[in-house]
């Protein structure tokens, strides 16, 4: 395997080394942070008055936790650290459900999370022989313009083209012969739907590897994205409150993501005790920026759920991995008092090789009680097929997926095209429970 590192120093560092590095730098961290209006009230709460009384690396646990809704009640500057003057950057989210949470960047900001991305797309085996399709959306979201800067600095050839027009997007693929793409997991099978109907075989692509985050995806829809294209798909986790994407990737070997420990403090909690959560169980992703000046954020809550895998990695990083996200703390449904993690139903659908690429989960009332619905979309060779072959493949799906969660949903099946497609993050859940 041609294993390449970008800094091997830093992504070899031994843990001791590390765990040095880190205190140094979380000091650092705080003193920013007291220079926020937000985080001075916050910390000298908790008695902290300077970086000094930070003497260990636990001591972090002295610190209160950081929620998205701290982000929006310090909206729109109570988090900078540092004067207008020195900031370079600004990213938000969309604040289409609410007031937007903001982070500013300086120019050291910007280098070091240029730094990551080089890290990560040299870590997935890319350098200067590649051409790098960016399909992910460019903008105040992070996905797109975030990969941009450290994909040039690890020397790639970057085609910013953004997300949609699939058309395009196979045209520039064909006619300069991309090797990496960047797309959310969803996209990707979209496109995949669309090749024909455009007039393209794969065979016009010279597609190597693609990188896909932004939104939860199971091991076998990773699965089947690589067997569909021929690739090879690595896992690539980020928000925008740590930067956007690159917090944590895969290596060569796939198996679970290397967060970048020298810039990401990495805690796993249990969301409902808010104790650490203990090894082997999964818990919800906390995240402290170790080397930000702008905004600093301490002890930030993601609302992701994931394991920390402690093992060390083949590729030789010590930097620990976390395992796929399996969803989040506020998608979890509730079905008649059974919880269900949308990525339970998506891992069982995309194990079938005669369902599409397409699904989506839908909720409702039905009297006093909840009714689960899956709708997907089948191949089109399988809808033209006898209707009771149809009916095996509903009752199917329908056994497979009461297996898992024991709740026997409506199985829908749709002509490929059907269902709404996102060229953003999917959106894979209608709970209409909520509009009564
Ligand atoms: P928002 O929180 O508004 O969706 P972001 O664009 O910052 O804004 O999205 C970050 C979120 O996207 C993460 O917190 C996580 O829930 C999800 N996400 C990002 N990458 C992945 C990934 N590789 N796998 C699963 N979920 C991901
Ligand atoms: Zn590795």
Redesign the pocket.
Known sequence: MDIRYWNREIETIERKELEKYQLENLKETVFWALKTPFYKERLNTAGIFSPDDIKKISDIKKIPYTTKDDLRSAYPDNLLAVPKEEVVRLHA??GTTGTPTVIYHTQRDMDRWTELVARSVTMIGCGKSDVFQNMMTYGL???GIGLHYGAEKAGLMVIPISSGNTKRQFKFMKDFRTTLVHATPSYMLHMYSKLEEEGYSLSDFSLKKSL??????SEDMRKKIESLFGIDMY???????MN??CVATECLFKDDMHVWEDSYYLELINPDTLDEAKEGETGELVFTTLRRQATPLLRYR???LSMINPKPCACGRTHRRIT??KG?TDDMLIINGVNVFPSQIEEIIMKMPEVGTNYLIVVEKSGALDKLTVKTEVGPSIFSDDARDLNALRQKIRENIKAAISISPNVELHEPGVLPVHEG?AKRVLDDRKNI
């Open positions: 989210s969309s979201f992070t996905g896909g985050g932004a939104e939860p995806h896992n690539n986790y980020g928000l925008s409150e956007g994407p993601t609302r992701d796929r996200i989040r993050k």
